[in-house]
């Protein structure tokens, strides 16, 4: 059956030089190459009726036919290149020339579907064609979003379907089977709580979609959460809700999309851990430094929480605090104060004594103030 792609490989030469082609030797050719991949069809048929399954014969004539394709899709870029004589016709001979071996190549693939390599690179022709599906199903997709969220999400997607991507990482029949389901379902998904990131992202971790943009992705939105945290206790208990939703998702086929990296799941499951690993260091750590009295859990003071915010606040106010977010210095506060009122202050309370108009506190803020004057100036 080699000699089948000798006569392939055959036609393909004589088209050289492509002044000498004329159309009528160009239909001829195309035509003897029509008849010749029916040809290969019936005989790998008949070798399997007689011989049994011979995987190695359809991957000889699946990476033969591949390589050919990729061959004849440089001389078309070559020729476009170089503004060759006859390139318009040399093209379009060329391109239906590869049409036919896609042709050979599905026929191949849907009768010998157990030995045909899905991960092996798909013909340019497939590819191009692939591409423009998926991009029309995301542009479905695009038009459903509506947040940055979304969009951010979106754009991991566009750059993976972009043709020039799926050349990049050798796209196969796999490849671009995954991506058109993965569309698919996320344009079917319906999401009643209303928070369609969450929805998009779980089915993308469902189905395995293990690209490092992605993963980065997700890791980012997690750092995200945990920074958002008022206190430790909450990032813990945001972290252990992450990684319990993770948990609960069930990939839907066990194959990941890019087969040489780990599964998505397991490795946002494992970055969770590290994370939850890091904040149970970071509290050792702290307990230990307290235990040999290397810092104080937190400083006692004689204001109240209206006393203590307003002092805070004046300190902001002339310049000596220079954070900028009161989020965060009403968060420093609460983590490292006690007042004579409480040991721990609630943070709405603080925020509330901040922000009021009135002048509780006031008193007692310019007594200490006057304190600080009088012996500074007995200094100077």
């Given at each position: 059956?080699?000699?089948?792609?000798?006569?392939?490989?055959?036609?393909?030469?004589?088209?050289?030089?492509?002044?000498?082609?004329?159309?009528?030797?160009?239909?001829?050719?195309?035509?003897?190459?029509?008849?010749?991949?029916?040809?290969?069809?019936?005989?790998?048929?008949?070798?399997?009726?007689?011989?049994?399954?011979?995987?190695?014969?359809?991957?000889?004539?699946?990476?033969?036919?591949?390589?050919?394709?990729?061959s004849i899709w440089e001389e078309i870029e070559n020729a476009s290149t170089l503004k060759e004589k006859h390139t318009e016709f040399k093209q379009q001979f060329l391109?239906?020339?590869?049409?036919?071996?896609?042709?050979?190549?599905?026929?191949?693939?849907?009768?010998?579907?157990?030995?045909?390599?899905?991960?092996?690179?798909?013909?340019?022709?497939?590819?191009?064609?692939?591409?423009?599906?998926?991009?029309?199903?995301?542009?479905?997709?695009?038009?459903?979003?509506?947040?940055?969220?979304?969009?951010?999400?979106?754009?991991?997607?566009?750059?993976?379907?972009?043709?020039?991507?799926?050349?990049?990482?050798?796209?196969?029949?796999?490849?671009?089977?995954?991506?058109?389901?993965?569309?698919?379902?996320?344009?079917?998904?319906?999401?009643?709580?209303?928070?369609?990131?969450?929805?998009?992202?779980?089915?993308?971790?469902?189905?395995?979609f293990n690209s490092p943009a992605f993963y980065s992705y997700c890791c980012m939105e997690i750092i995200k959460k945990r920074d958002n945290c008022q206190d430790i206790?909450?990032?813990?208990?945001?972290?252990?809700?992450?990684?319990?939703?993770?948990?609960?998702?069930?990939?839907?086929?066990?194959?990941?999309?890019?087969?040489?990296?780990?599964?998505?799941?397991?490795?946002?499951?494992?970055?969770?851990?590290?994370?939850?690993?890091?904040?149970?260091?970071?509290?050792?750590?702290?307990?230990?430094?307290?235990?040999?009295?290397?810092?104080?859990?937190?400083?006692?003071?004689?204001?109240?929480?209206?006393?203590?915010?307003?002092?805070?606040?004046?300190?902001?106010?002339?310049?000596?605090?220079?954070?900028?977010?009161?989020?965060?210095?009403?968060?420093?506060?609460?983590?490292?104060?006690?007042?004579?009122?409480?040991?721990?202050?609630?943070?709405?309370?603080?925020?509330?004594?901040?922000?009021?108009?009135?002048?509780?506190?006031?008193?007692?803020?310019?007594?200490?103030?006057?304190?600080?004057?009088?012996?500074?100036?007995?200094?100077?």
């Amino acid at each position: 059956m080699d000699d089948e792609l000798g006569n392939i490989y055959s036609l393909y030469q004589s088209v050289n030089p492509i002044a000498d082609l004329s159309e009528e030797k160009a239909k001829r050719i195309l035509e003897d190459l029509e008849i010749i991949s029916a040809r290969i069809i019936d005989q790998l048929h008949l070798s399997e009726a007689l011989n049994g399954n011979n995987p190695s014969v359809i991957a000889r004539y699946q990476r033969s036919l591949c390589i050919l394709d990729d061959s004849i899709w440089e001389e078309i870029e070559n020729a476009s290149t170089l503004k060759e004589k006859h390139t318009e016709f040399k093209q379009q001979f060329l391109k239906k020339f590869s049409g036919v071996l896609l042709k050979l190549t599905r026929e191949i693939r849907k009768f010998f579907p157990e030995n045909f390599d899905e991960r092996y690179p798909a013909p340019m022709l497939h590819l191009q064609s692939e591409a423009r599906h998926l991009d029309k199903k995301l542009a479905k997709l695009s038009s459903q979003a509506v947040s940055d969220a979304e969009n951010e999400l979106l754009s991991i997607l566009e750059t993976t379907i972009s043709l020039s991507n799926l050349r990049s990482i050798k796209a196969g029949f796999f490849h671009l089977g995954f991506l058109a389901d993965l569309l698919g379902a996320m344009n079917a998904a319906e999401d009643s709580s209303g928070n369609k990131t969450q929805r998009w992202k779980n089915l993308m971790i469902e189905y395995g979609f293990n690209s490092p943009a992605f993963y980065s992705y997700c890791c980012m939105e997690i750092i995200k959460k945990r920074d958002n945290c008022q206190d430790i206790i909450e990032s813990y208990s945001e972290l252990y809700w992450i990684k319990k939703r993770l948990q609960q998702l069930v990939p839907w086929n066990g194959m990941p999309f890019h087969k040489a990296l780990p599964d998505i799941k397991i490795s946002l499951l494992n970055f969770v851990d590290a994370e939850i690993s890091h904040l149970q260091s970071l509290e050792k750590i702290g307990g230990d430094l307290a235990g040999y009295g290397q810092i104080n859990e937190n400083f006692r003071v004689s204001f109240s929480v209206k006393e203590l915010a307003y002092f805070i606040h004046l300190q902001v106010e002339c310049g000596i605090i220079l954070e900028e977010k009161p989020k965060k210095i009403h968060q420093y506060v609460i983590g490292h104060y006690s007042t004579r009122e409480t040991e721990k202050i609630s943070e709405k309370s603080f925020k509330n004594a901040y922000y009021a108009k009135g002048s509780d506190g006031v008193k007692k803020v310019i007594e200490k103030l006057s304190q600080m004057l009088a012996r500074a100036q007995a200094l100077s």
